[in-house]
């Protein structure tokens, strides 16, 4: 995965040489060559990854501490490093804390019907191939008292895959979140993006740089209700992105004036 991108595998070594952005691996060798992207010469930035996720949990509860997990590229999309499948237990509770995660399809995914505390406590995360963090029902189950928890975390260069709809953190499903000293900054599409009715307080909050040429948003909703107290902004085309009919935006204390929106919803303060 040189320079952030999937190296392709070559069909020849003559094919490889020709093909930046390619490996070959002959059958009757254990040498590999790479032709990276810039045609450099290989080195410590070229990462081999498992094709499935490092960590697959499906227990009740967990207690992740002090590790770096590095891959994995997966084909299934919203598929994580850390891949948390709380879709068959009845009260989940997960907590990961100072955590490094890099290099997957995602960093962080989560799935549950319901009934699941999902904590993430000074985590750093960065170079998915989509969404960095991403909260999802169980196929496309409505949940019920699902909440995420995001403290000092940081999120940053989500989506390299570059095909536009790539995010810092993302709810789906009615999952609610609270997020507390965080920073979401340079995800390709939105750095903040959730949807399906999610209630969100956001508490000194950072997102800004979204890296995408045309579509780039700080914070996106979608028929949720949010709270917003102390958040900052920038570098992005678009500050607060509403989409549906049903949004509720509420600033603390004042609506800041110097905040680029487009679509509508109730905002005002509290």
Sequence with gaps: MGDYKRLKQASSLDDCKATPGSYYKGQSTTTLYFHLYDSRQPDASVLPLRYSP???IKSDKCFIS???LIGAYHSVVNTGVINIDA??????EYLITNCKVTFGMECVSVRTNGNTISILNNFYCTQSAEDNIGYYGSGSTTVSNALAIEINTRSYYGGFNNDGSNNGSTLHNSWNAIRVNSDFSYNENKNVADINNAKVWLLGVIASNATSPTVNVNYSFTDCEVWLDTCKKGGSITDLELVGGNNKIHFKDAVPSD????GTGLIDTY
Excluded: A, D, H, M
């Design 54 to 56: 490092l960590l697959n």
């Design 66 to 68: 002090g590790v770096e």
């Design 87 to 92: 879709s068959s237990s009845n009260s989940k």
């Design 259 to 262: 905040w680029v929106r487009t």
